[in-house]
C-alpha cells in the first residue's frame, strides 16, 4: 500500500490544490485521494510583493475533507517536505480554523 504524503496538486482545470495525497487504483485506474484539500492563489501584496493564499477547495461542502481526482484530471504533482512552510503553513489553517470539521480532525492534538 502506499503511503500518504504533502504535495500541491495542479489540475487541468488551472487550480492547484495542497492537502495529504494517496495515489491508488480504482477500477484499473489510477486516482489521488486527497485529504483536507486547499485551493493555493496567488494574492498581490501593496503591488510589488506577491504572497500565497490557502483556502479551502471545496467552499460549498466544508465538511468533505476527502476528495478523490482521477489522474486525467491532474497535470502534475509535487511531494512537499514535512518540514517545509507550506505544511507548518497548512496545519496552521486545519487546526486553527473556525469550521467544526477541523475541531474534530483526528490528527488534531488531543488537550489533555
Known amino acids: 500500500m502506499e503511503e500518504d504524503f504533502y504535495a500541491s496538486v ?5 487550480e492547484e490544490i495542497f492537502g495529504e495525497v494517496m495515489p491508488s487504483e480504482e477500477n484499473g485506474r489510477t486516482v489521488l485521494i486527497v485529504s483536507d484539500p486547499v485551493e493555493i492563489e496567488t494574492v498581490s501584496m501593496d503591488g510589488r510583493h ?3 493564499r490557502m483556502m479551502p477547495w471545496l467552499r460549498s461542502m466544508p465538511n468533505e475533507n476527502i ?3 482521477p489522474m486525467d484530471r491532474v497535470i502534475t504533482v509535487v511531494e ?10 497548512y496545519h496552521c489553517l486545519l487546526y486553527t480554523s473556525p469550521s467544526p470539521r477541523d475541531r474534530t480532525r483526528s490528527r488534531m492534538p488531543s488537550s489533555a
Request: aromatic share 4%.
Open 80 to 89: 512537499a517536505r514535512e518540514d517545509s512552510e507550506v505544511v507548518r503553513y
Open 67 to 69: 476528495v478523490i481526482i
Open 10 to 14: 495542479k489540475l487541468v482545470s488551472g
Open 50 to 52: 506577491e504572497g500565497l
